[in-house]
């Protein structure tokens, strides 16, 4: 799997998804059927994505976002960051304070969802 191909994979799940919670149940099961060597490549993929969101800068907004980031707080708000999609991923990553002030009812709605 290709980096194209995982985020049209996120982003068929996440237009489906009605919040973070349904997203995660949606992913799981649609990840259920995929093959061990399917699953490998979704894994190798979200590891090269994830590790490109590893810097400073994004780890400052983890912090600033949630009163405090540990490791385990800091992989955990990358795979967040993942889940909401692409674009919203990579302005993260280029212009970490785009998160100052984030609403995730704005981020809802602004998907249609609500």
Known sequence: MN???????VGVVRSAAKDD????????????????????????????????AFAWRVWGAAYLMNSGCSDDGF????????????????RTLNEPDSLVGFDETRLLKERDVL
């Not at 708000?77 to 990579?90: M, N, T, V, Y």
Request: glycine residues 4%.
């Open 21 to 52: 919670d349904h997203f995660d149940a949606l992913i799981e099961n649609k990840l259920r059927v995929f093959s061990n060597d399917e699953l490998i490549a979704f894994q190798d993929t979200y590891g090269d994505i994830a590790h490109t």
């Open 75 to 90: 992989s955990d708000f990358r795979a967040w960051l993942i889940s909401q999609g692409q674009d919203f991923f990579e």
């Open 3 to 9: 980096s194209a191909e995982f985020w049209q994979f």
